[in-house]
């Protein structure tokens, strides 16, 4: 990927195997898988950036420092930060960003995204209908100083947010 903030193109993808041990000092024993990918295509100032993020607890119970939680602006914007979580996540996203203003030093971005996505405590819960919808719109500088946000979210059960970050929201 050529920019993990504002990316025009290119693909990263992350696999991650997590394993918590008594044996090396643990609380609990658990196991979990994380799976992440985004894709990102430009054509003029155009940007289409799509995205899929999973994650499952696939043996033991996560501590409560461990469980996945989502929320708060790119991660179903509109809810609070971490507002939800849960022993799985998924989360899909798709979103059109355009360059607004071309400058090697201050480069503004505008852009929308829509996300499905919840955490569940029980895996028999996971299921693509009870997935929460949200939307966002933002605005963004790629400053010297990392990234700078402006943007606004809202789900599909009318809850709103609204943004200010310097430096990167999600990672």
């Known amino acids: ?75 179903l914007s509109g809810l609070e930060t971490n507002q939800l979580s849960g022993a799985h996540f998924g989360l899909l996203s798709l979103a059109y960003q355009h360059r607004v203003y071309q400058s090697q030093i201050l480069p503004v971005y505008a852009g929308v995204m829509l996300q499905a996505g919840n955490t569940w405590q029980d895996e028999s819960d996971i299921k693509f209908d009870n997935m929460l919808g949200s939307g966002s719109l933002y605005l963004g500088v790629d400053s010297p100083l990392g990234p700078f946000y402006l943007g606004y979210g809202q789900t599909e059960g009318g809850e709103k947010a609204v943004y200010f970050y310097l430096g990167q929201p999600y990672l």
């Open 1 to 75: 990927m050529d920019n993990l903030e504002f990316p025009r193109s290119g693909t990263y993808t992350s696999l991650e195997w997590k394993s918590a041990q008594e044996s090396l000092g643990a609380d609990t024993e658990y196991s979990q898988v994380n799976f992440s990918t985004v894709n990102a295509k430009s054509w003029d100032d155009g940007t289409i950036i799509a995205g899929v993020r999973f994650g499952s607890t696939v043996e033991g119970d996560a501590d409560i420092y461990s469980l996945y939680r989502l929320g708060g602006f790119l991660e």
